[in-house]
Nanobody, 119 residues
């Protein structure tokens, strides 16, 4: 399995910005899809943004226009630029990846990084 490691979380004031990173190791296959999910206390894990290997992206309604997902073409790492953060963005953010390994679908999650938006 791949090892996905997130970084860049922390405490930020409302209206501030953060940049999250996700790097993968231990895998020779190129991810088909990478994404960011988040989970706030007492809530279900939800999609934040997703980027496919062809560069197409998907955003949740709550993050569209404020967050930008990016990924160097063909590389197993990605970033999430978060701007105009609000307390509602407070959550643990998880990196997610899907790929095919010898024809079989595989996926994995990172351990998560905490983002706290508070004054």
């Amino acid at each position: 399995q791949a090892q996905l490691v997130e970084s860049g979380g922390g405490l930020v004031q409302p209206g501030g910005s953060l940049r999250l990173s996700c790097a993968a190791s231990g895998i020779i296959f190129t991810f088909n899809t990478m994404g960011w999910y988040r989970q706030a206390p007492g809530k279900l894990r939800e999609l934040v943004a997703q980027i496919n290997n062809d560069g197409t992206t998907i955003y949740s309604d709550s993050t569209k226009g404020r967050f930008t997902i990016s990924r160097p073409m063909g590389e197993n790492r990605m970033y999430l630029e978060m701007t105009n953060l609000t307390p509602e963005d407070t959550a643990v953010y998880y990196c997610y990846a899907e790929w095919r390994q010898y024809g079989m679908p595989e996926n994995d999650w990172g351990q998560g990084t905490q983002v706290t938006v508070s004054s």
